[in-house]
């Protein structure tokens, strides 16, 4: 691990910074706190306006959350921190990229008929079944989130072969149907998580939790999966990039 800012790279002294120091807190090395920014700047010796740069990027990243006139609290890495607006990734892909080990209890499995909101989503004909999948989502053993998904049967024949304790259903929709996924519509709110859900993921049931809803579209613009995502309040961290119009 570097322990030192180079004066002879093109990368500038504050990245550099930033990289050490989050390697540091994502190994155990700093928590639950950073020191001082005086002390940082002595220890690494650069000015005190190298370390709020570097302070910045880390908040920005959500690897820290810096208060006004205290020390920076470091995050956790198995903080569910999630960039949007830049790629769609499947929690197992999600969790892979974090260094964690991503698993799933599989609570309900089904084939059913859908109500008025899914069918609407899904633009699904009167009639048509759809496939409900719901799972706990784990990262290091620790619950993240449940999600419920649900698929038109017509799209996904043969479904119920996969054990998805064990398999992506991003990754089959992927292999074995062909189905590349490109964009996904999603919203946000807070709820309040049930006995079952505040037990599932670990919470008190006076804690809240952020729902998210949303529609996956494939290369084609067919909707292929609408879904209900009940994160953990204290591990949901988001971040979205926008942009201005020309």
């Known amino acids: 691990m570097r322990e ?28 639950p706190t950073l020191p001082p920014e005086a002390e940082l700047a002595k220890q ?23 208060r ?21 990734l499947s929690f197992t892909e999600e969790m892979q990229r974090k260094g964690l080990i991503p698993s799933s209890k599989v609570l309900r499995f089904e084939k059913t008929l859908p109500d008025s909101e899914i ?16 799972r706990v989502r784990y990262g290091n053993g620790e619950p993240f989130n449940i999600g419920i998904s649900f698929l038109p049967c017509r799209i996904v ?6 054990d998805f304790s064990r398999e992506s259903l991003h990754r089959i929709l992927r292999t074995h149907y062909g189905i590349e996924l490109f964009m996904a519509d999603e919203s946000f709110e807070p709820a309040m998580p049930t006995p079952m859900e505040a037990q ?22 067919i909707p292929v999966e609408y879904f209900h995502l009940k994160f953990r309040g204290d591990k949901a961290r988001f971040s979205v990039r926008v942009f201005r119009k020309s």
């Open 157 to 162: 024949p043969g479904i119920f072969s996969f």
């Open 119 to 134: 069918r609407k989503m899904l633009s699904l004909e009167e009639g048509e079944e759809v496939v409900i999948l719901e």
């Open 68 to 88: 006004r006139g205290r020390v920076a609290v470091t995050v956790k890495s198995e903080n569910f921190f999630r960039e949007y607006a830049r790629e769609l």
């Open 200 to 221: 599932l993921l670990h919470i008190p049931q006076s804690v809240p939790i952020l729902l998210m809803k949303g529609v996956i579209y494939s290369t084609e613009g």
């Open 44 to 66: 690494y010796r650069v000015s005190k306006h190298t370390v709020r740069r570097a302070l910045l990027e880390l908040e920005r990243e959500g690897v820290i959350i810096k």
């Open 4 to 31: 030192f800012v180079s004066r002879n790279t093109p990368l500038p002294a504050y990245a550099q910074l930033k990289d050490i120091l989050k390697a540091k807190i994502e190994s155990g090395l700093y928590g």
